[in-house]
Each structure stands twice: as C-alpha cells, then as structure tokens.
C-alpha cells in the first residue's frame, strides 16, 4: 500500500499534466497536519527556531541562491566568498590560531565522517601505520563516529561513562593504542547534555602524539554565548593545546537553515586529508572538499544571513532566554517526587529520569505525548532528553504542568506502562540480546522504505514487526540471559 495521510491522498503516479501551484501548496501545507508541533514549542529536539523574523530572513536567503551549486567555486566566487566568511566566523569564537582552516558541511554527520576520514587518512600516509585504525570515543558520543567507523572501516572502541555521565579519563587513557588514529569527545555529548573534560582528554592525546576531535555541533554555536553570559564553561575548543579539529552545526544554536555545520582543523596538516581529487575522469579533473558532489548553494547562503542577521547581541539574547528555560525547567522537575535530572548538565540540554522503580518515564513520556508533546526517549538510563532554546522559555511552565499531570496519570493506572510506547520502549531498552533489537528495527525500516511503502507509523512501531519480533523472543532472551548469569555466578 503506498503511504497516505488523512488529509491528503497518496500521489504515487506522475500526474499527466502539471497541477496548478496553489493546490500543490495547499497540499504541502495539509501534509504537515500530523508533524510534531515545533512552532508550538512543543518539540525540545530536531528543530532550533530563532523566531519569525529570523526564519523569514533564512528564507529568503536560501531563495537567493537556490540553484547555485557550492561544487565549483571558481563559477560561484559568491558562495565560496560565504563559506569562507561563515569558517573564519567560527575560528574566532572558538579561539583558533592563526593556520587554522575548515569547511563548511551539510550537517553534524557529514562534518564528523569527514573528521574521522582525514584522520584515518593522515595515520596511513604518516607510513608508519600498519594496523587497523581505532578510533577511542566516549559511550556517549554520537553515533555518527560508529557510522563513520562502519562506513570507513575503523575499529571503534567506546570508553565507559563516570557517574556524572562524562567519560571515565583513566579508562579512555587505557584504551588508546598505537593503533589510535583519532581520539573524540564531546562538548556537550546528546543524551545528557554534559561537556566531557575536554583538558584532561587533550592532555593524554598530547602525550600520545594522537589527535583529538571535539564533537561541539550542540555546543559550538551556544558555549561561546553561555560563558559571555558568565556562567562556567569547561575549556573545550582550540584554547585546549592537544585539540586538532572540532564540528559545531550552524543549522542546530547558529539557528541557520537544515544543511549546514563546518568542520575545521588546527592547521591545513590535519584537513588536506578530508580533500578528494580524481585526476582521470572523463568527466574533467574533479577536486571536492567535502562529501557530496553538489552542495546547495541555499544552505550556505542563509547559514551566512543567520550569522550576519543575529550578530552578537542576538545569539546572546537567544542563549539567555534559552538558559532562562533551562533554570525552570531543572528546578521544576526536581520538585516533582520521583523524578530527578541527570547530572550537572552544563549546556542547553536537560534530560530527566524516575527515581522511583514505581514509576515508569517511558509511561510519563506517552502521556506527555497524548498532550501534544513531542518526546525523546532515551535508554540506559531510560530517560526523557530537551533540547532547549529561547522559544522554550514562555511554555516551560505549561510543560512542568502537563509533567506533574502526567506522574499523576501513571502513578493512578499502573497499567500504563505495559501499554503503547512505554510497552515497546520499555522491552527494547531491556533485551539483553541487542541483535535482536537491531533485527526488530531493521524490519521496520524495511517496511517504511521497502516496495509498499507503508507508512502507518503507529502500526509499524507499536503492535508492528517490532513488537511481534520482541513478543516472540523476548521472554525466551530473557530466559536465556539469567541463565547465563546463574552459571557466571556459579563459577
Ligand atoms: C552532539 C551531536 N553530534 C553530532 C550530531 C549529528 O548532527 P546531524 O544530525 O546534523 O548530522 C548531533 C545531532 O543531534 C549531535 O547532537
């Protein structure tokens, strides 16, 4: 069955004759009915808003250079003229020296991939290296470093987290080998919204001879801001002797249009290995900076507007209302019993778990969701994560309510966890065996993306092939799983 939404019929053939412009738009906009409400406030992750205004500069920005194409900078001076304004914007807050260098990307993904590439690349130039290259991150860190491992062919070796959910240094030391290609860490990492020691990190890798990446595409465009305002931030850009390249994402706190992040390096030693040039292609000499071969000319345009349009006074204004947000919604949601937020969270990020084995988040997370709240779960510990920013600030208050009404919900019908969401999410995050979770997923995906299409999101993830497949071999797993740990505890 192809995909279809109650308001718009599926459109799966190419209609004879064009359709009239106003019924395409008033599609377009329909098709968005059953989006998550990001205008409302009501999404605190996937969306950063600088306001109405901003949005209608970016707009019109990317409209500008909506067919220009950053490939060939020698036919488009203007967009390289942009990047490289928008790349030495970044250097300067975050206090890069002279030498440093950096690109623009289409996102957090893309920035990492290629920070992991070039760092891969340098070690197996160097002529020294002969293994498998490692790279040494913390659990925390985003899965973009596993993707770039996967896709690159790199070993990646995942450092346990220390009770404040930053990584364990003496653990991460232990870790790196002569087969280390590049050391990672967060500024702050997703899950908790916690700078890793960055100093401390900076100076194994130093010792070491490895270099050193700091993920800031949450922090890099807000931590600056933050420590303006006065509050402590740890040391985690170039001031750290030991760090050799750092992403920070425009489209996340540079509030830019989707598609835009810069990846930068201490000096052109470390980024000449992100670089791509075929020298025999019929097609002509092909040199690319960076992963795709067309990059849209839009999202480097309205990346610029962002940073010229709001300048420092309006990121400084959008980080304090932000923090602002951040304050009530820490000092609400430990006033609520049962409740506690993990760690010492030192960004704009704030994630919250239950205390009380009586009460399940995963329930607390469906009843916020029937509220109209679009929530993100987490998992080990379970959790809630919010992203925040300035739009937080005025519903921050309706949402502690709509929290505390929703503990109340739960602690009134205990059921509520063994159904829906907090059901599925509950057994996935439990499984001990995690291929099996992965097998589940990858069944789903096959079917949103597989010949039928079909996209009844509900179905597939609640009583869907995730469910069946976890009903079918969760309680065996299970089984198996406290076997396993009476013949260990036996031994
Ligand atoms: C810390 C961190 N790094 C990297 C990424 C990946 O960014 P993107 O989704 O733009 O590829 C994210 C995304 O949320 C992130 O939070």
Known sequence: MAPTS????????????????????????????????????????LVYDGGEAHQDLLKRAYSLYFSENGLNP???????????????ISLALFHAREGAVGTMTSGGTESILLAVKAARDRAKKSGFFTGTPEIVVPKSIHVAFDKAAHYFGLKIRHVPLADDFRVDVRELSRMVNRNTVLVAASAPQYPHGVVDPIEEIAAITRARGVPF?????????????????????????????????????????GYAAKGASVVVYRDMTYMKHQFFVATDWPGGIYASPSMPGTRPGGAIAAAWAALQGLGEAGYLDLTKKTLSAKKKLIEGIDAIPGLSVLGAPNSTI?????????????????????RGWHVDRQQRPNCIHCTLMAK????IERYLEDVRGAVAEVRSD??????????????????????????GVEKVMESM???????????????????EKLKEYAPAAFDLWDAVKARIARR
Do not use: Q
């Open 414 to 439: 205990p059921t509520r966890k063994s159904r829906g969401n907090a059901a599925m999410y509950g057994m996935m995050a439990k499984v001990p065996f995690r291929g099996m979770v992965r097998k």
């Open 74 to 88: 020698m036919a488009f001076k203007s967009l390289r003229r942009m990047e490289t304004d928008v790349v030495k």
């Open 6 to 45: 109650c308001y718009v019929r599926a459109m799966t053939e190419l209609p004879r004759e064009g359709r009239s412009h106003d019924a395409i738009l008033s599609d377009l906009a329909s098709l968005r009915d059953d989006d998550a409400k990001w205008r409302d406030g009501k999404v605190m992750s």
């Open 213 to 253: 990446h700091v993920d800031a595409c949450i922090g890099g465009f807000v931590l600056p801001w933050i420590e303006r305002l006065g509050e402590r931030v740890p040391k985690w850009d170039f001031r750290v002797d030991g760090v050799t390249s750092i992403s920070a994402d425009l489209h996340k706190y």
């Open 449 to 467: 993306y597989g010949p039928d299409g079909t996209l009844d999101l509900a179905a597939a993830s609640k009583e869907g092939p995730v469910m």
């Open 350 to 370: 704030v994630s919250y778990a239950s205390i009380d084995p009586t009460l399940d988040i995963y329930a607390v997370a469906d009843v916020l969701e029937d």
């Open 392 to 395: 937080h600030d005025g519903v």
